[in-house]
């Protein structure tokens, strides 16, 4: 294959990255899920979502940063990749200030809505009003993650998350069962631990790469970042639409029991894990499709779309056989509870489905980054999220939580054909 050494560069220190990604909800899961009822399995899922649904509609700091960075750098640009560097940099401190200041109104206006028993809105409330501490750093962490994928370097941000995840489980077993603080060890934790990572970032851009303070006049000149923000505009509600559909699935399982909500939990362990894998490949698209953007390379880029999908379609037959064979035996490494895990392998079947559903979102999603096509992103998320809600309510009264499963895998498949549609219609953009 004429880009797999290419590809393989950049994909396999981000899925050694992405697949430890998972781990940070990992943990967490697992701490609570042994310190011995359902609820702490339960409050870990409503602060997570609640942390998913905050900070994914800022993800356009990395993906905006990474299309945008990788043309810069194709077109031989330096100096373009040291002002987009500042530029998002600068914006990500902002906005996880922001975060932080109006932490306790958005907490409490996304607790509300999630539904869940006063048990689990407790003990969420204390996760989140810790963790949000780290909102910064993750600002940032998107910011630098972006900008070294367009850089061609995906090893740095790499390293980042092995120092985030091995700072979380040190700290999460010292916090939890050294000193006893149960969801509040696990909160702290994991805000600690992503403060570790992304200093670490920090130096590395600094010292690797030579950055220095810019002319800052020059990083907001009006016309390019106006540019920067119009790009992420699409990447903001594109985002926002994959949001409702995560905070709507938590939503639905709290709705039905605590017991259905923790092995909802559980099962999208599964979803991160495979998410995470394939995104290694997507950001490989990322980094190479904006490459040849800004080279002008048509040929290169149909090429690369070509092996990224066979890639994809490999990986998501292994990871579908695997889940069937052993995703039981995992879900129960990871909760105590015999009733929770029972009930979680009733529904197994539809998050073994999920790579085979999803995959192909996933690698376009890369591929439109690189390009910038952030309005077909947009749109074909729109399309896929009313498939979603169409489904679940249309379903919910005669199959339950089964509707709910069948609504996220449809939702995922529609995504991708979507995105599929647009791309046999993509014209090369000239650079």
Request: charged share 10%; proline share 2%.
């Amino acid at each position: 294959m004429k880009h797999s050494r290419e590809i393989l560069a950049i994909a396999l220190p981000a899925i050694v990255s992405n697949i430890t990604t998972p781990v940070l909800g990992l943990v967490d899961v697992a701490v609570t899920g042994h310190i011995g009822a359902a609820v702490y399995i339960g409050a870990i899922a409503v602060g997570g979502t609640m942390f998913n649904m905050l900070y994914w509609l800022f993800n356009f700091l990395r993906m905006g940063t990474s299309g945008l960075t990788a043309q810069a750098y194709g077109a031989d640009d330096g100096n373009r990749c040291t002002l987009l560097f500042w530029r998002s940099v600068t914006v990500a401190v902002i906005i996880g200030a922001c975060i932080l200041a109006l932490s306790q109104l958005i907490g409490g206006v996304i607790l509300r809505f999630m539904d869940a028993d006063n048990a689990t809105q407790s003990l969420a409330a204390t996760y989140f009003n810790i963790c949000v501490i780290g909102a910064p750093a993750v600002m940032l962490s998107y910011a630098l993650s972006g900008w070294f994928i367009g850089m061609q370097d995906s090893r740095t941000p790499m390293w980042m998350a092995l120092l985030t995840n091995v700072a979380n489980i040190v700290a999460s077993i010292t916090l939890v069962f050294g000193f006893g603080l149960k969801i509040e060890g696990v909160a702290a934790a994991t805000c600690l631990a992503q403060w570790l990572g992304v200093l670490l970032g920090l130096v590395i851009a600094i010292k690797r790469y030579r950055i220095r303070r810019p002319d800052f006049r020059i990083v907001f000149e009006r016309g390019p970042l106006a540019a920067f923000f119009r790009i992420n505009t699409d990447i903001f509600f594109r985002t926002a639409c994959l949001v409702a559909v995560t905070l709507w699935f938590t939503h639905a399982g709290a709705s039905q029991s605590v017991d259905i909500l923790a092995a909802n939990a559980l099962l999208l362990q599964l979803f991160m894990l495979f998410s995470f894998f394939i995104d290694g490949f997507a950001f490989a698209g990322e980094a190479l499709a904006g490459k040849y953007h800004g080279r002008g390379s048509q040929t290169s880029l149909r090429t690369l779309v070509n092996e990224l999908m066979r890639i994809g379609l490999y990986f998501a037959i292994i990871f579908t056989a695997l889940y069937i064979l052993g995703g039981e035996w995992f879900m129960a490494m990871l909760a105590e509870d015999k009733n929770v895990v029972s009930i979680a392998a009733a529904y197994l079947p539809w998050a073994a489905a999920v790579p085979l559903c999803g995959f192909a979102a996933f690698i376009f999603d890369g591929i439109f980054v690189g390009l910038t096509r952030t309005r077909d992103m947009l749109s074909s998320m729109a399309v896929a999220m009313l498939t979603f809600f169409c489904i679940y309510f249309a379903l919910k009264s005669a199959l339950g939580n089964n509707a709910l499963w069948l609504a996220f895998c449809s939702y995922l498949a529609v995504r991708g054909l979507a995105e599929y549609m647009f791309y046999r219609r993509l014209k090369m953009p000239k650079a």
